[in-house]
């Protein structure tokens, strides 16, 4: 069986606000239409980094939106996996 990682927007301080909300309330309609368990994952910096990375590859800012997420969803899915969970 697998699992979900979903990202978990917290803000810069640790704090969770009304997009960390939404997080969760997806988590739990996710669990309930898969079946699978979904862990909950701080996405914090993980935009900033992806731009960083598009940047160092030398995509133009104009094509940084459209690969930003996924190489954010990348990014916040190896730091799972690198965590050993």
Same mark, same amino acid.
């Given at each position: 069986?697998?699992? &979900? !990682?979903?990202?978990?927007?917290?803000?810069?301080?640790?704090? *969770?606000?009304?997009?960390? *909300?939404? =997080?969760? +309330?997806?988590? *739990? &309609?996710?669990?309930?239409?898969?079946?699978?368990? !979904? !862990?909950?994952?701080?996405?914090?910096? =993980?935009? !900033?980094? +992806? @731009? +960083?990375? &598009?940047?160092?590859?030398?995509?133009?800012?104009?094509? @940084?939106?459209?690969? %930003?997420? +996924? %190489?954010?969803?990348?990014?916040?899915?190896?730091?799972?996996?690198? =965590?050993?969970?």
């Amino acid at each position: 069986m697998g699992t &979900l !990682v979903l990202g978990l927007p917290k803000n810069m301080d640790g704090t *969770e606000g009304p997009r960390a *909300e939404k =997080s969760r +309330a997806f988590r *739990e &309609l996710l669990i309930e239409k898969t079946g699978l368990p !979904v !862990v909950l994952w701080d996405e914090r910096r =993980s935009s !900033v980094e +992806a @731009h +960083a990375i &598009l940047h160092a590859a030398g995509k133009k800012e104009k094509q @940084h939106r459209k690969n %930003v997420d +996924a %190489v954010a969803a990348t990014l916040i899915l190896e730091g799972y996996l690198g =965590s050993g969970r």
